[in-house]
Protein backbone atom coordinates (compact mmCIF):
# COMPACT_ATOMS: atom_id res chain seq x y z
CA UNK A 1 0.00 0.00 0.00
CA UNK A 2 1.23 2.80 -1.13
CA UNK A 3 1.31 5.79 1.64
CA UNK A 4 0.01 9.22 0.89
CA UNK A 5 2.19 11.77 -1.11
CA UNK A 6 3.56 14.62 1.60
CA UNK A 7 2.30 18.48 0.94
CA UNK A 8 4.91 20.92 1.84
CA UNK A 9 4.42 24.61 1.71
CA UNK A 10 7.27 26.68 -0.22
CA UNK A 11 7.81 30.47 0.53
CA UNK A 12 9.96 31.84 -1.88
CA UNK A 13 11.79 35.53 -1.08
CA UNK A 14 14.60 37.26 -3.22
CA UNK A 15 17.03 38.65 -0.84
CA UNK A 16 20.96 40.42 -0.89
CA UNK A 17 23.37 40.69 0.68
CA UNK A 18 22.99 42.23 3.25
CA UNK A 19 19.47 40.30 3.72
CA UNK A 20 20.02 36.91 3.13
CA UNK A 21 21.13 35.85 6.70
CA UNK A 22 18.21 38.36 8.07
CA UNK A 23 15.79 36.76 6.41
CA UNK A 24 17.34 32.83 7.08
CA UNK A 25 16.54 33.83 10.67
CA UNK A 26 12.85 35.03 10.01
CA UNK A 27 12.41 31.76 8.31
CA UNK A 28 13.61 29.76 10.73
CA UNK A 29 12.20 31.99 13.60
CA UNK A 30 8.24 31.17 11.67
CA UNK A 31 9.22 27.53 12.18
CA UNK A 32 10.91 26.51 8.85
CA UNK A 33 12.05 22.65 8.07
CA UNK A 34 14.76 23.93 6.04
CA UNK A 35 15.90 26.59 3.46
CA UNK A 36 17.56 26.43 0.28
CA UNK A 37 19.87 29.19 -1.52
CA UNK A 38 20.68 30.04 -4.97
CA UNK A 39 22.84 32.48 -5.80
CA UNK A 40 21.88 32.36 -9.72
CA UNK A 41 26.28 31.80 -9.98
CA UNK A 42 26.71 29.25 -12.99
CA UNK A 43 29.60 28.10 -15.07
CA UNK A 44 32.12 30.76 -15.15
CA UNK A 45 30.88 32.80 -12.57
CA UNK A 46 27.86 33.79 -15.16
CA UNK A 47 24.66 35.31 -13.61
CA UNK A 48 21.61 33.80 -13.71
CA UNK A 49 19.49 36.61 -11.50
CA UNK A 50 21.60 39.19 -12.16
CA UNK A 51 24.26 40.83 -9.22
CA UNK A 52 23.20 40.83 -5.97
CA UNK A 53 19.96 38.74 -5.96
CA UNK A 54 19.76 35.49 -3.94
CA UNK A 55 17.06 33.35 -4.04
CA UNK A 56 16.47 31.80 -0.73
CA UNK A 57 13.16 28.63 -0.75
CA UNK A 58 12.27 27.99 2.60
CA UNK A 59 10.40 24.70 3.34
CA UNK A 60 6.99 24.76 5.85
CA UNK A 61 4.77 22.14 7.26
CA UNK A 62 1.48 23.27 6.28
CA UNK A 63 -0.32 25.10 9.57
CA UNK A 64 -3.27 27.83 9.67
CA UNK A 65 -2.43 30.95 9.27
CA UNK A 66 1.38 30.38 7.79
CA UNK A 67 1.32 32.53 5.30
CA UNK A 68 0.62 35.96 8.38
CA UNK A 69 2.90 34.04 10.55
CA UNK A 70 5.96 34.16 8.17
CA UNK A 71 5.15 37.32 7.27
CA UNK A 72 5.31 38.69 10.80
CA UNK A 73 8.39 37.00 11.23
CA UNK A 74 10.03 38.78 7.90
CA UNK A 75 8.34 42.14 9.35
CA UNK A 76 10.30 42.18 13.11
CA UNK A 77 13.62 40.86 11.71
CA UNK A 78 13.76 43.27 8.93
CA UNK A 79 12.60 46.42 11.17
CA UNK A 80 14.74 45.09 13.91
CA UNK A 81 18.03 45.42 11.45
CA UNK A 82 16.62 49.03 9.58
CA UNK A 83 15.82 47.14 6.29
CA UNK A 84 12.19 46.57 4.35
CA UNK A 85 11.44 43.06 3.92
CA UNK A 86 9.56 43.17 0.77
CA UNK A 87 7.07 40.89 -1.22
CA UNK A 88 6.77 37.15 0.14
CA UNK A 89 5.38 34.37 -2.23
CA UNK A 90 4.06 31.12 -1.39
CA UNK A 91 3.24 28.30 -3.06
CA UNK A 92 1.96 24.31 -2.05
CA UNK A 93 3.76 21.15 -3.61
CA UNK A 94 4.51 17.84 -3.10
CA UNK A 95 7.76 16.12 -1.96
CA UNK A 96 8.40 12.70 -0.71
CA UNK A 97 12.06 13.10 0.26
CA UNK A 98 12.63 16.52 -0.35
CA UNK A 99 14.84 16.98 2.98
CA UNK A 100 16.76 14.16 1.70
CA UNK A 101 17.45 15.37 -1.57
CA UNK A 102 19.32 18.92 0.23
CA UNK A 103 21.14 16.73 1.83
CA UNK A 104 22.70 15.17 -0.87
CA UNK A 105 22.98 18.29 -2.65
CA UNK A 106 25.96 19.63 0.17
CA UNK A 107 29.36 18.33 0.35
CA UNK A 108 32.47 18.29 2.19
CA UNK A 109 34.08 22.00 2.31
CA UNK A 110 36.83 23.99 4.47
CA UNK A 111 36.60 26.75 6.82
CA UNK A 112 40.07 28.59 7.68
CA UNK A 113 41.91 27.92 9.29
CA UNK A 114 41.68 24.01 8.53
CA UNK A 115 38.37 22.69 10.11
CA UNK A 116 35.95 20.45 7.42
CA UNK A 117 33.08 19.97 7.53
CA UNK A 118 31.51 17.34 6.77
CA UNK A 119 27.99 15.95 5.60
CA UNK A 120 26.91 12.58 7.05
CA UNK A 121 26.87 10.98 3.76
CA UNK A 122 30.19 11.47 2.77
CA UNK A 123 32.01 10.85 6.53
CA UNK A 124 33.12 7.20 5.84
CA UNK A 125 34.96 8.69 3.20
CA UNK A 126 36.32 11.48 4.91
CA UNK A 127 37.42 9.07 7.48
CA UNK A 128 39.10 6.41 5.19
CA UNK A 129 41.06 9.00 4.03
CA UNK A 130 41.20 12.60 6.15
CA UNK A 131 42.14 16.16 4.79
CA UNK A 132 42.55 17.35 8.51
CA UNK A 133 41.75 15.97 12.11
CA UNK A 134 39.97 18.48 12.72
CA UNK A 135 36.47 18.19 11.68
CA UNK A 136 32.63 18.15 11.94
CA UNK A 137 29.69 16.11 10.92
CA UNK A 138 26.96 18.65 10.35
CA UNK A 139 23.69 18.04 8.17
CA UNK A 140 21.39 20.72 7.08
CA UNK A 141 18.71 20.11 8.89
CA UNK A 142 16.22 22.42 11.12
CA UNK A 143 18.30 24.56 12.56
CA UNK A 144 20.52 27.38 11.39
CA UNK A 145 24.29 26.82 11.00
CA UNK A 146 26.06 24.39 9.33
CA UNK A 147 28.70 26.42 8.40
CA UNK A 148 28.43 27.71 4.86
CA UNK A 149 27.25 31.50 5.78
CA UNK A 150 29.97 34.14 6.37
CA UNK A 151 28.72 34.64 10.29
CA UNK A 152 29.41 31.29 11.22
CA UNK A 153 32.82 30.63 8.96
CA UNK A 154 33.83 33.78 11.11
CA UNK A 155 32.94 32.37 14.12
CA UNK A 156 34.41 29.26 13.55
CA UNK A 157 37.37 31.05 12.83
CA UNK A 158 37.46 32.86 15.59
CA UNK A 159 36.94 30.71 17.90
CA UNK A 160 40.70 28.80 16.93
CA UNK A 161 42.37 31.86 17.37
CA UNK A 162 40.87 32.90 20.92
CA UNK A 163 41.91 29.22 21.97
CA UNK A 164 45.63 29.33 21.02
CA UNK A 165 45.93 32.83 23.44
CA UNK A 166 48.55 31.95 25.74
CA UNK A 167 46.93 33.18 28.50
CA UNK A 168 43.46 31.55 28.47
CA UNK A 169 44.88 27.91 27.63
CA UNK A 170 46.97 28.49 30.68
CA UNK A 171 43.75 27.91 33.18
CA UNK A 172 42.72 24.68 34.33
CA UNK A 173 39.67 24.37 32.98
CA UNK A 174 37.78 26.29 30.82
CA UNK A 175 34.17 26.98 30.17
CA UNK A 176 32.40 28.26 27.25
CA UNK A 177 28.85 29.74 26.43
CA UNK A 178 27.31 29.52 22.63
CA UNK A 179 23.94 31.51 23.08
CA UNK A 180 21.74 30.90 20.12
CA UNK A 181 23.31 27.41 19.34
CA UNK A 182 20.89 26.79 16.77
CA UNK A 183 22.47 23.35 15.17
CA UNK A 184 25.21 23.79 17.99
CA UNK A 185 28.48 23.77 15.15
CA UNK A 186 30.11 26.74 17.07
CA UNK A 187 29.75 24.58 20.38
CA UNK A 188 30.97 21.45 19.26
CA UNK A 189 34.28 23.44 17.86
CA UNK A 190 34.44 25.04 21.19
CA UNK A 191 34.13 21.07 22.37
CA UNK A 192 36.74 19.65 20.40
CA UNK A 193 39.21 21.93 20.60
CA UNK A 194 39.25 20.79 24.67
CA UNK A 195 37.18 23.39 26.78
CA UNK A 196 35.72 21.23 29.70
CA UNK A 197 32.76 22.07 29.87
CA UNK A 198 30.31 24.05 26.74
CA UNK A 199 26.58 25.45 27.65
CA UNK A 200 24.45 25.61 24.34
CA UNK A 201 21.14 27.68 24.53
CA UNK A 202 18.56 28.79 22.15
CA UNK A 203 15.41 29.71 22.12
CA UNK A 204 13.77 27.11 19.97
CA UNK A 205 13.01 23.70 20.99
CA UNK A 206 13.39 21.73 17.72
CA UNK A 207 16.71 23.59 17.32
CA UNK A 208 18.14 22.41 20.97
CA UNK A 209 16.76 18.94 19.63
CA UNK A 210 19.04 19.26 16.40
CA UNK A 211 21.97 20.36 18.77
CA UNK A 212 21.68 17.30 20.84
CA UNK A 213 21.78 15.16 17.69
CA UNK A 214 24.66 17.00 16.01
CA UNK A 215 27.04 16.84 19.29
CA UNK A 216 25.54 12.92 19.96
CA UNK A 217 27.45 12.32 16.46
CA UNK A 218 30.44 14.10 16.71
CA UNK A 219 30.97 12.54 20.01
CA UNK A 220 31.25 15.71 22.19
CA UNK A 221 29.16 16.14 25.63
CA UNK A 222 27.05 19.30 25.16
CA UNK A 223 25.50 20.89 28.42
CA UNK A 224 22.28 22.19 26.02
CA UNK A 225 19.39 24.22 27.22
CA UNK A 226 16.09 25.99 25.70
CA UNK A 227 15.80 29.35 27.46
CA UNK A 228 13.17 32.16 27.13
CA UNK A 229 14.29 35.38 25.07
CA UNK A 230 15.01 37.63 28.26
CA UNK A 231 16.98 34.73 30.21
CA UNK A 232 19.24 36.06 32.49
CA UNK A 233 22.99 34.08 32.71
CA UNK A 234 24.54 33.67 35.85
CA UNK A 235 27.14 36.15 36.20
CA UNK A 236 30.82 35.52 35.89
CA UNK A 237 30.74 32.13 34.32
CA UNK A 238 32.19 31.69 31.34
CA UNK A 239 35.77 32.23 29.43
CA UNK A 240 34.72 32.66 26.21
CA UNK A 241 31.29 33.53 25.24
CA UNK A 242 30.27 33.34 21.62
CA UNK A 243 26.86 34.79 20.17
CA UNK A 244 26.27 34.84 16.26
CA UNK A 245 22.69 36.37 16.42
CA UNK A 246 21.51 39.76 15.05
CA UNK A 247 23.12 43.12 15.88
CA UNK A 248 20.16 44.41 17.67
CA UNK A 249 19.76 41.31 19.51
CA UNK A 250 23.60 41.39 20.78
CA UNK A 251 23.09 45.12 21.65
CA UNK A 252 20.01 44.31 23.82
CA UNK A 253 21.45 41.41 26.08
CA UNK A 254 25.09 43.32 25.92
CA UNK A 255 24.55 43.70 29.90
CA UNK A 256 23.92 40.08 29.90
CA UNK A 257 26.30 38.38 27.86
CA UNK A 258 29.34 40.71 29.10
CA UNK A 259 28.27 40.33 32.87
CA UNK A 260 28.39 36.33 32.67
CA UNK A 261 32.08 36.62 31.00
CA UNK A 262 34.65 36.14 34.06
CA UNK A 263 37.20 38.97 34.00
CA UNK A 264 39.93 38.47 31.55
CA UNK A 265 37.68 36.32 29.50
CA UNK A 266 36.98 36.65 25.69
CA UNK A 267 33.27 37.40 23.92
CA UNK A 268 32.93 36.46 20.10
CA UNK A 269 29.88 38.26 18.63
CA UNK A 270 28.72 37.76 15.06
CA UNK A 271 25.73 38.13 13.22
CA UNK A 272 26.47 41.17 12.27
CA UNK A 273 26.25 43.57 8.97
CA UNK A 274 29.14 45.85 8.54
CA UNK A 275 26.91 49.04 9.01
CA UNK A 276 25.94 48.39 12.42
CA UNK A 277 29.37 47.28 14.02
CA UNK A 278 30.07 50.44 15.50
CA UNK A 279 26.53 50.22 17.31
CA UNK A 280 27.58 46.73 18.97
CA UNK A 281 31.08 47.89 20.09
CA UNK A 282 30.51 51.00 21.12
CA UNK A 283 27.55 48.95 23.65
CA UNK A 284 30.02 46.40 25.08
CA UNK A 285 33.01 49.09 24.98
CA UNK A 286 30.50 51.26 27.55
CA UNK A 287 30.08 48.06 29.91
CA UNK A 288 34.27 48.10 29.86
CA UNK A 289 34.87 45.39 27.08
CA UNK A 290 38.02 46.09 25.17
CA UNK A 291 37.81 45.13 21.15
CA UNK A 292 40.70 43.07 20.00
CA UNK A 293 39.77 42.04 16.45
CA UNK A 294 37.12 43.48 13.83
CA UNK A 295 37.22 40.83 11.18
CA UNK A 296 34.64 41.36 7.72
CA UNK A 297 33.83 38.99 5.36
CA UNK A 298 31.78 40.30 2.48
CA UNK A 299 28.59 42.59 4.26
CA UNK A 300 29.22 40.65 7.58
CA UNK A 301 31.51 40.90 10.33
CA UNK A 302 32.57 39.05 13.80
CA UNK A 303 34.25 41.04 17.02
CA UNK A 304 36.52 39.62 19.39
CA UNK A 305 36.34 41.74 22.73
CA UNK A 306 38.46 41.11 26.20
CA UNK A 307 36.53 41.60 28.92
Not at 132 to 152: S, V
Not at 253 to 275: H, P, Q
Request: glycine fraction near 8%.
Amino acid sequence: MNRPRKKWILAEYWATSQTVDIAQSAFLEAGAIGIEMDDGVGPEGTLAYGPDRICLRAYFEPVENLNELVTGSFAVFFENCGFDAGPLNFCEFFEEDWQGNFVRSCTTFVVEPNIFIVPSFEIDEFRRNPRGDLFIEMDPENAFGTGQHQTTKLCLKNICAILTNKSLRERALLQAIDVGTGSAILAILLKKLGLGHVVGTDTDADAVETARKNALRNGVVLDLHVVEENYCYDKNSFDVVVANILAPTLIHMADNLFDTCVDGGFLLLSGILVGQASDVIEAYEKLGARLLRQEIMDDWCALVLKK
